[in-house]
Structure formats: structure tokens, C-alpha cells
């Protein structure tokens, strides 16, 4: 199956590639999302999710995660706003494929 694309949030923000930080690691996507960080763009890999973030906007937290994730913690209601969120991309992809 090749990829497909599953939602374009903001098409005027997407440059290429390069300006943008690609993660399919449930956990690092929901961090992100949580501390407010909107996707460019999602993907889908089989029934993996790819989403696609600005370097510019997540470099600060990506190190924060990576040194010392401890210290990320995130208000609970954008926890679950996250959450929710990926999982609403998770059944759309799976609609998608299921149709098409």
C-alpha cells in the first residue's frame, strides 16, 4: 500500500521536508501535540501514523524530551486533547483504507 495523506492542517505553513521534524512514535507526537504544537501535516504508513512537525516549533521540547523527560509535564486537559486527537486520526486512517 503506498502512503496516504491524511489530513493537511495548515497547507500554507508546509514548506518541504527538511524544515520539518518527522515523528511516528505514539509517545513523542502526543508530547508534542500536548504542549500545544500543531502538525503540518499527518501521514499514513500502513496502520502507522507519520506526523509531520515545524523544527522550529518542537526543536526546544525534542532536546527537553530527549536530555531530561522528567521535566516535560504537560497540563492534563492538553494531555487528553492530544490523545483524543491521535486517536481521531487513528480511526479516520483506518476509514480511509477500509473504503479505499
Known amino acids: ?18 524544515d520539518c521534524r518527522r515523528v511516528d512514535r505514539k ?3 502526543e508530547a508534542f501535540l500536548s504542549a500545544r ?3 503540518v ?6 496502520l502507522r501514523q507519520v506526523y509531520y512537525f515545524l523544527k522550529s516549533d ?9 536530555h531530561s523527560p522528567e521535566k516535560f ?6 494531555v487528553v486533547l492530544a490523545q483524543n486527537h491521535w486517536k481521531d ?3 479516520l486512517l483506518k476509514s480511509m483504507q477500509k473504503n479505499g
Open 1 to 18: 500500500m503506498g502512503k496516504t495523506i491524511i489530513v493537511f492542517t495548515d497547507e500554507t505553513r508546509f514548506t518541504s521536508y527538511s
Open 37 to 39: 504544537h500543531k502538525e
Open 27 to 29: 509517545e513523542t507526537a
Open 89 to 91: 486520526t487513528y480511526a
Open 58 to 66: 518542537v526543536d526546544g521540547l525534542d532536546k527537553l524530551l530527549i
Open 73 to 78: 509535564c504537560p497540563p492534563y486537559p492538553d
Open 41 to 46: 501535516r499527518i501521514e499514513g504508513e500502513g
